[in-house]
Protein backbone atom coordinates (compact mmCIF):
# COMPACT_ATOMS: atom_id res chain seq x y z
CA UNK A 1 0.00 0.00 0.00
CA UNK A 2 2.84 2.03 0.96
CA UNK A 3 4.17 2.36 -2.99
CA UNK A 4 -0.06 3.44 -3.92
CA UNK A 5 0.33 5.83 -1.41
CA UNK A 6 3.58 7.95 -3.00
CA UNK A 7 1.99 6.98 -6.66
CA UNK A 8 -0.62 10.04 -4.88
CA UNK A 9 1.54 12.69 -4.38
CA UNK A 10 4.32 11.85 -7.18
CA UNK A 11 1.82 11.08 -9.88
CA UNK A 12 -2.10 12.51 -8.66
CA UNK A 13 -3.17 12.49 -12.33
CA UNK A 14 -2.51 8.59 -11.91
CA UNK A 15 -4.14 8.39 -8.36
CA UNK A 16 -7.46 10.16 -10.09
CA UNK A 17 -7.52 7.42 -13.54
CA UNK A 18 -7.21 4.57 -10.87
CA UNK A 19 -10.20 6.06 -8.68
CA UNK A 20 -12.26 6.49 -12.00
CA UNK A 21 -11.22 3.08 -13.81
CA UNK A 22 -11.53 0.74 -11.22
CA UNK A 23 -13.66 2.33 -7.94
CA UNK A 24 -16.32 4.34 -10.48
CA UNK A 25 -15.24 7.36 -8.47
CA UNK A 26 -14.75 10.27 -11.56
CA UNK A 27 -13.75 14.36 -10.71
CA UNK A 28 -11.10 13.78 -8.32
CA UNK A 29 -8.97 16.80 -8.24
CA UNK A 30 -5.28 17.31 -6.99
CA UNK A 31 -6.32 18.24 -3.36
CA UNK A 32 -8.59 15.73 -2.43
CA UNK A 33 -6.08 13.07 -3.75
CA UNK A 34 -3.24 14.47 -1.48
CA UNK A 35 -5.48 14.22 1.40
CA UNK A 36 -6.48 10.92 0.66
CA UNK A 37 -2.63 10.25 0.66
CA UNK A 38 -1.95 12.03 3.65
CA UNK A 39 -5.04 10.11 5.29
CA UNK A 40 -3.68 6.68 3.91
CA UNK A 41 0.43 7.51 5.19
CA UNK A 42 -1.15 7.91 8.61
CA UNK A 43 -3.09 4.93 8.70
CA UNK A 44 0.30 2.85 7.43
CA UNK A 45 2.06 4.67 10.21
CA UNK A 46 -0.39 3.53 12.93
CA UNK A 47 -0.29 -0.13 11.13
CA UNK A 48 3.28 -0.04 11.77
CA UNK A 49 3.67 0.62 14.67
CA UNK A 50 1.37 -1.37 15.45
CA UNK A 51 -0.77 1.68 16.76
CA UNK A 52 -5.21 0.75 17.67
CA UNK A 53 -3.96 -1.88 16.10
CA UNK A 54 -8.05 -3.40 15.83
CA UNK A 55 -8.82 -0.17 14.37
CA UNK A 56 -5.38 0.20 11.74
CA UNK A 57 -5.43 -3.55 10.64
CA UNK A 58 -9.03 -3.63 10.44
CA UNK A 59 -9.09 -1.02 7.75
CA UNK A 60 -5.81 -1.89 6.44
CA UNK A 61 -7.69 -5.18 5.32
CA UNK A 62 -10.90 -3.77 4.23
CA UNK A 63 -9.22 -1.35 2.07
CA UNK A 64 -6.92 -3.83 0.34
CA UNK A 65 -9.85 -6.09 0.11
CA UNK A 66 -11.97 -3.08 -2.09
CA UNK A 67 -9.04 -2.91 -3.37
CA UNK A 68 -8.57 -6.69 -4.43
CA UNK A 69 -12.16 -6.94 -5.22
CA UNK A 70 -12.72 -3.83 -7.64
CA UNK A 71 -10.01 -5.32 -10.04
CA UNK A 72 -11.99 -8.15 -11.25
CA UNK A 73 -12.27 -7.52 -14.65
CA UNK A 74 -8.37 -8.05 -14.56
CA UNK A 75 -8.97 -11.67 -12.99
CA UNK A 76 -11.12 -12.87 -16.13
CA UNK A 77 -8.32 -11.52 -18.51
CA UNK A 78 -4.87 -12.79 -16.66
CA UNK A 79 -2.65 -13.11 -19.93
CA UNK A 80 -3.65 -9.55 -20.87
CA UNK A 81 -1.16 -6.58 -20.74
CA UNK A 82 0.19 -7.06 -16.94
CA UNK A 83 -3.43 -8.24 -15.48
CA UNK A 84 -0.99 -11.14 -14.08
CA UNK A 85 0.16 -8.74 -11.47
CA UNK A 86 -3.23 -8.23 -9.77
CA UNK A 87 -3.21 -11.96 -8.14
CA UNK A 88 -0.61 -11.00 -6.08
CA UNK A 89 -2.94 -9.09 -4.38
CA UNK A 90 -5.05 -12.56 -3.01
CA UNK A 91 -1.89 -13.89 -0.35
CA UNK A 92 -1.56 -10.42 0.52
CA UNK A 93 -5.35 -10.24 1.47
CA UNK A 94 -5.08 -13.56 3.32
CA UNK A 95 -1.73 -11.95 5.13
CA UNK A 96 -4.03 -8.83 6.15
CA UNK A 97 -6.36 -10.96 7.49
CA UNK A 98 -4.07 -13.17 9.37
CA UNK A 99 -2.98 -9.61 10.49
CA UNK A 100 -5.98 -8.56 11.97
CA UNK A 101 -6.91 -12.01 13.15
CA UNK A 102 -4.02 -12.04 15.60
CA UNK A 103 -3.81 -8.77 15.87
CA UNK A 104 -3.72 -9.41 19.80
CA UNK A 105 -0.48 -11.64 19.24
CA UNK A 106 1.48 -9.21 16.97
CA UNK A 107 3.49 -7.44 19.69
CA UNK A 108 6.88 -7.37 18.89
CA UNK A 109 7.93 -3.76 18.30
CA UNK A 110 4.56 -2.67 18.57
CA UNK A 111 3.94 0.93 20.47
CA UNK A 112 1.20 -1.30 22.25
CA UNK A 113 4.02 -3.40 24.52
CA UNK A 114 3.75 -6.62 25.39
CA UNK A 115 0.32 -7.32 27.27
CA UNK A 116 1.09 -9.49 30.96
Given at each position: ?11 PAH???VYE ?44 AGS ?49
Open positions: MLIWTIDKFVRAVSHFYFLPGFGGTIIYVIGVAELLLLLGFVIGFASRVTYGLVFLLHTFSSFRQYLHPFEGSNILFFAAWPMLGACFALYYLRDLDTLWSVRGKKS
